[in-house]
């Protein structure tokens, strides 16, 4: 390590850190000015808005981390081009690729960061932030409360038509228990209900189809309280629950989940692989800003810095992207989070080899 490696990375950091407090409050006061209607009508209390907020920073910090960061490469690189110092450097016998090092460095420290922060400081903060979105701004959307199916253990199988998670209710309930891949019985039922006094499941117009050999044993009721093993929140769980757990807590999730047939499961699994890949990132973007703006542009730093906005936000947007392909299509979870940095990686090897020249 030299000093020169020290100045790179200090300014590095320092550049990100400027970034960071420039842009986070900004998105705090964006965010108040739309929500605050919201929080008067609902009636939220100001410790849950300042904890609400709190959770923001990492939600938000975490969303733009790639723009923060590129614009900080961008920003402080163009200074050192602009001061001529970059090619002070070049002219004494330096490469472009040992100028490289420190900024790499600098990458692998962020990105050492990011994959500790994402994995268990950000799940707790989605936790609260979804929390206070859900119960005081949108109040509709939190789970999937249509044509659920699930896998409750190795032999038996629910299904309902809609499911209301204020009443702890579900309508056109199924459920199917195999053996040997034999069905060996089966319940429906117009409507199921959880009484919370009761603790058991009361379901209305109960019918219960058991097959022996080549006969058919038929059961019907009006209604009958019974218990199930599993609970009644199983059939929906909240569209975020993956966001808001940590490394081993969600590894076990998407295991049941993927065991119980969830329709969420490449949702789930794209949270997963975005915790691996968004890393990386760092490594991507910050070769790609040293490449854009290691040499004097016509029109200065303002130029380099409106291509370093505009080829962020390309990147966040590629991101969301392929986040809705795999949401809403059966393109593959993997592909979703790792193709945008397969993408710019390419961007990157392009325009390093250019700066070289």
């Keep these: 390590m030299k000093i020169i490696d020290w100045y790179i990375i200090k300014k590095y950091f320092s550049s990100f850190v400027v970034m960071i407090m ?9 965010d108040m000015a739309e929500k605050i209607d919201k929080f008067k009508e609902n009636e939220a209390p100001t410790q849950a808005i300042l904890n609400y907020y709190l959770d923001f920073t990492w939600y938000f910090g975490n969303l733009l981390f790639p723009i923060f960061l590129f614009l900080a490469v961008i920003w402080f690189t163009s200074k050192l081009a602009n ?20 900024y790499l460095i600098s990458a692998g420290l962020i990105a050492l960061f990011t994959f500790f922060a994402g ?25 999937q409360t249509k044509n659920l199916f699930k896998q409750i253990n190795p032999k038996e199988y629910i299904f309902v038509s809609s499911y209301d998670p204020i009443r702890k209710s579900a309508n056109n309930f199924t459920l199917e228990h195999f053996e040997d891949n034999l069905m060996i019985f089966k319940i429906q039922a117009n409507s199921i209900r959880w009484v919370e006094k009761d603790s058991v499941f009361r379901l209305s117009n109960y019918v219960k189809r058991t097959f022996a050999d080549d006969q058919e044993i ?21 569209n975020y629950k993956a966001e808001t757990l940590t490394f081993s807590p969600l590894n076990e999730f998407i295991k049941k989940e993927r065991e119980g047939g969830s329709v969420m499961i490449n949702s789930h699994l794209l949270v997963r ?25 016509r029109g200065g730093m303002g130029v380099n810095l409106a291509f370093g906005i505009a080829l962020g936000f390309l990147f966040i947007f ?40």
Excluded: C
């Design 218 to 238: 038929y059961q019907r009721r009006s209604r009958l309280d019974t218990l199930f093993d599993f609970k009644i929140d199983d059939l929906a769980p909240v």
């Design 273 to 297: 692989h975005k915790r691996w890949s968004l890393p990386f990132s760092a490594f991507v973007l910050t070769l790609i800003g040293v490449s854009v703006s290691s040499f004097k542009r």
């Design 22 to 30: 420039l842009f986070i409050p900004v998105g705090i006061m964006v």
């Design 119 to 143: 994995m268990f400081i950000v799940p707790k903060s989605n936790a609260g932030f979804n929390t206070f979105i859900y119960k005081y701004i949108d109040k509709k959307n939190e789970r």
């Design 83 to 102: 001061n001529t110092e970059i090619i002070a450097l070049l002219s004494s016998g330096i490469s472009f690729t040992r100028f490289l090092r420190p």
């Design 318 to 357: 590629f991101d969301k992207i392929f986040s809705v392909l795999v949401n809403k299509s059966n393109f593959p979870p993997f592909l979703g989070a790792w193709l945008p940095i397969i993408l710019f990686g390419g961007l990157a090897i392009f325009l390093l080899q250019r700066a070289k020249r």
